[in-house]
Every structure is written in C-alpha cells, then in structure tokens.
C-alpha cells in the first residue's frame, strides 16, 4: 500500500510548485528615486473645440470643460519606474485678465495662486494632476514637484484660458452674462468664443447655458496679477 503516501507527497510537489505565483509582490518600498530622471510634462486634457495642440483651452470650475494637467513620472536609480511613490506639488499661478474687472479662477487653490496637489504614482511610476478653474486670459502656471520633501522637478508654462466663468470668480452666473452678452451683440471677443471658431454667436450660447443653468461653482482663489505675455491665442 505506497499509494496513500504518494498523494501527501504530490500534493507537497504541487504546491511547492504554486507557490511562487501565489505569493503577492512585494511592496515598492525600497525605490530609491534618481531626481535626474524625472519626466514633468504639463499638458491637457481637451475637452472643447480650440485647436488641439495649441494651448488655448475653455475650463470651468465644475470640470466639465478641458482641464490644465501635470504628469510627473519617476525613475530609480536603475532607471526602473517607481511605482507607489507619493509626490506632493506646489503650484503657483499668475496670471492677467484679458477683460477690465475680471480675474482668473483656480480651483482648490488655498491663497491667491497658491495650490498643492498630493497624488501616488501608479504601474508605470506616473501620476497625472489636473486642474480646473474660471476666468479668460493668460495663466502661467509654475511648479515644484517633491518626493519625501525631495525637489524633483520644476518649471513653467503658460496657457490660454477662457470659461463659462467669465468674471473668473469660481461661479457661473448672471454676472457672467452681463459679461458674455456684449461679446455676443458685436460678433466678437476672445472670451466669448467659447467653441473657439474665432466669432460669437449662439453656437456659444449654446456653450455657455449648461454652465450657468447648473450653477458650476468650485471653491478655490484667484491668481497673482501679472504681465503675462500670451502664446499667441488672442
Ligand atoms: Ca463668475
Ligand atoms: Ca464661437
């Protein structure tokens, strides 16, 4: 009777065999993060009718229109991606109105220009922070990028706003009318041209009555005032 051991015996075989693919991999804690690798990439995530690949966007504060994104993407020191890795950003926006009496908007953001965004990076050591605000004109956008309190990007870049929140105080409302209505009347003003075809008219009416009929609002502050030279998008 060596058939009753044999069983116990493969049995042991099997899962001696199973093993390694049953056991889950080890946390990413022993990335060691090279600073020089890093790749920041600011971009957008379009979600108007501006040209695609300019950076001329409509935003909103609710963030249903396009969105102003950061990719960070971190490497160690074997240049292996680093997966799971906080990183902390400081942003610093300023920026210049193009109409008088007007602000640029950003949500989220704690002080005037002020806004830090926390995020861990995924699989391919990348995490993607996204921005929405109110307000037209020109935004530069500034940044710090930490690991463990470690720098490991900066930089800057400038876009070309426009939003439903024309007053550029976080909320879409009857101030925003007042606003938009005589850029309508005339057939012209970059802010008003919501659906970016370089005229206004009711297709941008049309734009613009979703956001104030839903009253899209977010919390946040303005930004710094300043000469902000635009990339050629007015
Ligand atoms: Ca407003
Ligand atoms: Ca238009």
Redesign the pocket.
Known sequence: MKRFPLVPGLLVMLLALLAPTLTPAPADATCVLDPTLTICTPGIIRNDACPVGSNSLVWCPDGDLSLITLTIQVFDTSALPCPGCPIDVEFRFLGDPDQPGCDLFICGATAPGFLTLSGVTDAAGEVTFQITGGGCGCLEMNWLAFAGGTIICQGADRFCVKSPDFTGDGAVNFADTFKYLPQLFTSQGYCG?????????F??TFTYLPHLFGAHVCAGDNVVPTTCTPPSCF
């Open positions: 041209d919501l659906n970016c075809d370089n005229t206004v008219n297709a941008d």
